[in-house]
């Protein structure tokens, strides 16, 4: 099993900046990969960012340029630095552990909320 505990979400409003950490607990194996799902309700859950313990990252068409994802492999932990916030980012964020094969983990979410 692996724990995942969320933090920093919030109200902004839109052009403001929130950033969220994720610290992973447990059987934690590597290579893995961390990142952060976002879902609205009546939609499905949608990719934001994700890096592999590698480092390497991907991002949502819809963050670019204006989201970047960072983690620190000795803590396991990954953050999420949001920027220049929209109303449409307003979601419930997710942070996800997976081995890339057969194991994945989700956090219980943060709320993170722009006004407009």
């Known amino acids: 099993q692996v724990q995942l505990v969320e933090s920093g979400g919030g109200l902004v409003q839109a052009g403001g900046s929130l950033r969220l950490s994720c610290v992973a607990s447990?059987?934690?194996?590597?290579?893995?990969?961390m990142g952060w799902f976002r879902r609205v309700p009546g939609k499905v859950r949608e990719l934001v960012a994700k890096?592999?313990?590698?480092?390497?990252?991907n991002y949502a068409d819809s963050v670019k340029g204006r989201f970047t994802i960072t983690r620190d492999n000795a803590k396991n932990t990954v953050h999420l630095q949001m920027n220049n916030l929209k109303p449409e980012d307003t979601a419930t964020y997710y942070c996800n552990w997976s081995d890339g094969f057969t194991r994945a983990y989700w956090g219980q979410g943060t709320q993170v909320t722009v006004s407009s």
């Open positions: 890096m592999t313990s590698g480092g390497v990252a």
């Open positions: 447990g059987s934690i194996s590597r290579p893995d990969v």
